[in-house]
């Protein structure tokens, strides 16, 4: 990353290409702003690399037609100027003059005037031909949807009649929810603060403590953030305090904490006594900070939660939420960039890591307690056939029925992308026969 360059286009392709190479879209965004003393140029940077990461796979295939020469291994970052500049026509719809001179000049930024010429040929060009590109792109479901093949095949196999939904679900903007803090405020105290301060928002039904704004906001400026009133958090991922439904005394364990927006939920609901397990150490650091800033307190260990006998004391708990690590095919709206960095391999590795977390914890869970698996995923594999094969193996498991009325999945529910205004995510409880 060259620190002299300032044009938010050029950076973006230079984060646009470090994103395609394997960095996370949250971790590009982070190290490039800094770059950026213009709030607005931060919020542009934001909107490139999300539209640019979502809708790789559409314009990346789209220049391979529209260059006699391709870029993509000579010149990277100009390819992925070039993917930014469809996507400012085609996804974020500026204005077409602005837009190709706008990347015209990216080029220079970038210290590739030599290709400004073809920038603005190849963006002008596609502005002369876009009824014909965009119907033959949208004649291929993978560049039409922008998904890997992969990823619509097993759409199609475990979701047949709901894949169109999903892929659109994928590629819709996710609005920003609230959690409120009920030990700073009522749901509807909050909310009227919110509307006070010119911040439109509503209240969504089967979500008590939700609040889903109209616009995506810098959540920082809200109304007392600093002080913990809230903390932003999906709906979907809001339900998990509901379904382990822990009371006042209750020893729970949430065994993949981090970042720590369920550890959080649990403690506003009850005063519990909570272990917030992560195995790294860096993420169970922001739990404690997330924690800190809502005034809840909660012992933090750094540890394997399929390998108890490094941090379990032996005493056995009565709720455990395990939010385990999977796919996140169902937040792809929230982190396109999965899009481009999940390999179909990658699926039966986090089930076989799923089942040993399950088999893992499993004994430290008092008879007649509830462990509540969940995942952000929508494949069959990690869901639905997960907790069956879990069942089959112990015959003191038996599932709960306190589920969201989602769609079925097995002896659990899933929701997917975008339902109720919520992101994809699969929830199944299991309870230990006393």
């Not at 990346?60 to 870029?71: I, Y």
């Not at 002080?227 to 993949?256: E, I, K, M, Y």
């Not at 796919?327 to 990658?346: E, F, M, N, W, Y």
């Amino acid at each position: 990353m060259s620190k002299h360059i300032t044009d938010a286009r050029a950076l973006a392709a230079q984060a646009l290409q470090a994103i395609v190479a394997g960095e996370s879209l949250r971790a590009a965004f982070a190290a490039f702003s800094t770059k950026l003393s213009d709030s607005r140029d931060r919020a542009l940077l934001s909107a490139l690399l999300h539209a640019g990461a979502r809708w790789w796979l559409r314009f990346d295939a789209a220049l391979d037609t529209l260059l006699t020469q391709p870029l993509r291994v000579r010149e990277p970052q100009v390819h992925a100027l070039l993917v930014l500049g469809l996507v400012q026509l085609e996804i974020l719809r500026l204005p077409a003059y602005a837009a190709v001179a706008a990347t015209v000049d990216a080029t220079r930024a970038l210290g590739r005037p030599k290709f400004a010429g073809l920038v603005n040929a190849v963006l002008r060009r596609w502005l002369r031909e876009t009824d014909a590109r965009n119907a033959q792109l949208d004649s291929d479901p993978a560049t039409r949807s922008a998904h890997p093949r992969w990823m619509l095949d097993a759409f199609a196999l475990d979701w047949p009649a709901q894949r169109e939904t999903i892929l659109a679900g994928n590629n819709a903007q996710a609005p920003l929810t609230l959690r409120v803090n009920r030990r700073r405020s009522t749901r509807a105290d909050y909310l009227q603060q919110l509307l006070d301060s010119g911040v439109a928002a509503s209240a969504p039904p089967g979500l008590p403590d939700a609040l889903m704004l109209e616009e995506s906001t810098d959540v920082t400026a809200l109304p007392g953030y600093a002080q913990g009133a809230f903390s932003v958090q999906d709906g979907a991922a809001q339900l998990s305090a509901d379904l382990l439904d822990a009371g006042d005394g209750a020893r729970v364990l949430d065994a993949c904490a981090a970042p720590g927006g369920k550890s959080a939920h649990i403690l506003e609901r009850a005063d519990v006594e909570l272990l917030a397990l992560d195995s790294d150490a860096r993420r169970l650091a922001r739990v404690g900070a997330n924690l800190q800033r809502l005034g809840l307190s909660a012992t933090l260990r750094q540890g394997d939660a399929a390998q108890p006998r490094d941090w379990w004391d032996g005493r056995p708990y009565d709720r455990i939420l395990l939010d385990a690590p999977c796919s996140a095919t169902g937040v792809i709206r929230r982190q396109p960039d999965i899009k481009l960095h999940r390999r179909a391999s990658d699926v039966g590795a986090l089930a076989a890591t799923q089942a040993r977390l399950l088999d893992a914890l499993w004994p430290l869970l008092k008879s007649g307690g509830r462990l509540v698996y969940a995942t952000c995923s929508l494949l069959a594999a990690e869901n639905s056939r997960q907790i069956e094969a879990f069942l089959a193996r112990h015959a003191d498991a038996s599932p709960g029925d306190f589920l969201p009325a989602w769609h079925a999945a097995g002896v659990g529910r899933q929701n997917l992308p975008g339902e109720g205004g919520m992101d994809g995510f699969f929830y199944a409880i299991v309870e230990k026969r006393a």
